[in-house]
Nanobody, 121 residues
Framework: VQLQASGGGLVQAGGSLRLSCTAI????????MGWFRQAPGKQRELVAA???????NYVNSVKGRFAISGDNAKNTVVLQMNSLKLEDTAVYYC????????????????WGRGTEVTVSS
């Protein structure tokens, strides 16, 4: 599975950005897709994730500002980021968790290349 991500860039505080990611490959059933981020000197953290059943999970710091949505048929996830703050500056990584069809216990993690999000004052 390859993850192709797009979006990110430079935005002023209070602005919005949109990140998109598509999982390419038809041998794995993708169960969860989401976004992690890593700021300089900090550990990578989960930002938001969406399961194939539509349930979502957000880190507290982005609740009410970010919205994640997904398209199971296209294995695509979109993260809409609004009211961006300086502390949202980080490299954002798309993540997918899936298993081969017929082997649901063999869950693997897949990562996309990071995309930079920079929020300026």
């Amino acid at each position: 599975v390859q993850l192709q991500a797009s979006g990110g860039g430079l935005v002023q505080a209070g602005g919005s950005l949109r990140l998109s990611c598509t999982a390419i490959g038809n041998t794995f059933k993708i169960n969860v897709m989401g976004w992690f981020r890593q700021a300089p000197g900090k550990q990578r953290e989960l930002v938001a994730a969406i399961s194939s059943d539509g349930s979502t999970n957000y880190v507290n710091s982005v609740k009410g500002r970010f919205a994640i949505s997904g398209d199971n048929a296209k294995n695509t996830v979109v993260l809409q980021m609004n009211s961006l703050k300086l502390e949202d500056t980080a490299v954002y990584y798309c993540n997918a968790k899936g298993a081969p069809y017929g082997s649901s216990w063999l869950v693997s993690d897949f990562w996309g290349r990071g995309t930079e999000v920079t929020v300026s004052s």
